[in-house]
């Protein structure tokens, strides 16, 4: 579109706007666009952080520490205070003053949905995949010269950045199913991953969560597109939902998967994917019309979540041959599957270690099989999975299924819980998950002697994952240093 795009005027409530925990991964994005239409961005959060540094470089004040005395860093009040609900506690002094002083308080993706009005709107659901298929997107898009705006879970790696104001019509964003709000989203485009049992910390049942997406597709227009993994009977569910509401529904996935569905075209279609030492050859077609990549991401969930971005790019109107050779640029997202080194020389020579932020069983699954995949097409070495569970609730209603998905690896570290903005519950451990692993495991309790027991089971050019929503993720240099 025109360069005057990057112009749009701010809506009146953004003008100054103070943001409490402004360093996460999907706050920090939404600080950066509204930096860049202009707005006053002032924020706190509980540490320094690269986050906190670059959104400094680019304008916005920010304090290290949650006080009352933050909303006063702008020009004048704040025009409202932005949180993440299931991250900030009611008592935050900040959240306190707001409501004391009658300062609109929204959530952020309150917030990206109003930083969205206006444009053609790509939204990406599902209960996993959402990052990567959201980063693929906007790599593949912008390959077809559209430049989109774009707001990112995670740190695209080739970019080093999480979101962008363009200066085109599209805006592509993940929609967040963990407390309902992606139903406060426009979109014209709606792509979904999947759909399995989570969350269940707030919606309480299962037939709650995905009642959801249903919903969700709901919200899409007359002309709007709704693209669903043939591949994933819950996502395929919410494909027939739609279609019988009258909403345009493009399948993608292996025919053998479609054929399930056959009310729901196969517009998209994975033909072939082959495992490489880089990652894999994928070939597809689209609409009949057939395109090649090459991914630089080990495993065949990841060949079908960039058949879902190719889609989400040919319902904008961009052509498929840019799009598919964006994809082959793509290098990635921070903690899917990122590499961070591997041991030169000693002992356990070889030894390459890799991030992940998986925290769901079926997440689990996924990253261990493209692990295994990876050191069967290099012919040596074994998998060791280094895990931490992401929550109680999720602990204690998945233990039989995590222990399920790491015994794949051939050796397991499990940690504790992490419990992020839960209290503990009464024998609730990463120990409930450790014994019932089948291949070999450890539950280390502590923290700091994770690296330690790592050492106990690695040998030379074994893979190393460290895999979780928390702090697990400090430890993959540890581990490396530690093999060192």
């Known amino acids: 579109m ?5 112009h749009r005027p701010l809506d009146p409530r953004l003008e100054r706007v103070h943001m409490i925990g402004i360093g ?20 706190s959060d509980v540490k320094e952080s690269r ?11 920010i304090n290290v520490g949650h006080a009352g005395e933050n909303l006063d860093l702008g020009s004048a009040a704040p025009t409202c205070v932005v949180v993440s609900f299931a991250a900030i506690p009611q008592d935050n002094p900040e959240l306190m003053r707001a409501h004391a002083e009658g300062i609109p308080v929204l959530r952020r993706s309150d917030v990206l949905a109003l930083l969205m009005a206006g444009y053609q709107q790509v939204l990406v659901a599902g209960t996993h995949g959402k990052t990567s298929t959201t980063s693929m997107t906007v790599a593949a898009i912008q390959s077809a010269r559209l430049d989109p705006s774009f707001a990112v879970g995670g740190l695209i790696s080739r970019a080093g950045v999480n979101a962008h104001h363009g200066s085109g019509n599209v805006f592509i964003a993940e929609a967040d199913e963990s407390d309902a709000s992606l139903l406060g989203y426009a979109p014209n485009v709606a792509v979904l991953t999947n759909v399995e049992p989570d969350h269940l910390d707030f919606f309480g049942t299962s037939e709650k969560y995905f009642a959801v997406f249903n919903e969700f597709a709901d919200l899409l227009p007359d002309d709007g597109v709704l693209i669903v993994c043939l591949e994933d009977a819950g996502a395929a569910s919410v494909g027939l939902y739609a279609q019988s509401k009258g909403t345009t529904v493009w399948g993608y996935g292996g025919a053998e998967a479609a054929a399930k ?15 490489n030492k880089v ?14 990549f090459q991914l630089q991401q080990p495993g065949r969930h990841m060949a079908l979540n960039a058949l879902a971005a190719i889609l989400a790019g040919v319902a904008v109107d961009a052509d498929l041959n840019k799009l598919a050779a964006g994809l082959s640029d793509f290098t990635g997202v921070r903690r899917r599957f990122e590499y961070y080194g591997t041991v030169a020389n000693g002992n356990f020579a070889g030894v390459r270690v890799y991030d992940d932020y998986a925290h769901h069983p079926t997440e689990v699954q996924a990253v261990l099989n493209a692990a295994k995949e990876k050191v069967a097409q290099e012919g040596t070495g074994d998998v060791i999975a280094v895990f931490q569970p992401h929550l109680y609730s999720r602990t204690k209603a998945f233990a039989n299924e995590f222990a399920q998905a790491l015994s794949i690896a051939d050796s397991v570290v499990v940690l504790d819980v992490y419990g992020a903005r839960e209290e503990p519950m009464t024998g609730v451990t990463g120990e409930l998950i450790a014994q019932n692993v089948t291949k070999p495991c450890r539950y280390e309790p502590d923290f700091f002697q994770v690296p330690a027991r790592v050492r106990e089971v690695a040998h030379p050019h074994d893979v190393v994952l460290t895999i979780g929503a928390g702090t697990v993720t400090m430890l993959a240099g540890e581990i490396l240093d530690a093999l060192s």
Not at 261 to 275: N, S
């Open 2 to 6: 025109t360069a005057a795009n990057a």
């Open 24 to 43: 996460g991964s999907g706050m920090s994005g939404v600080a950066r666009i509204l930096l860049d239409r202009g707005a006053e961005v002032t924020g």
């Open 51 to 61: 986050a906190v540094i670059g959104l400094r470089a680019v304008g916005a004040k």
């Open 261 to 275: 569905f056959p009310e729901i075209p196969l517009v998209g279609e994975l033909h072939q994917w082959r495992a």
């Open 279 to 292: 990652g894999a050859e994928v070939d597809v077609t689209v609409n009949g019309q057939s395109a090649q």
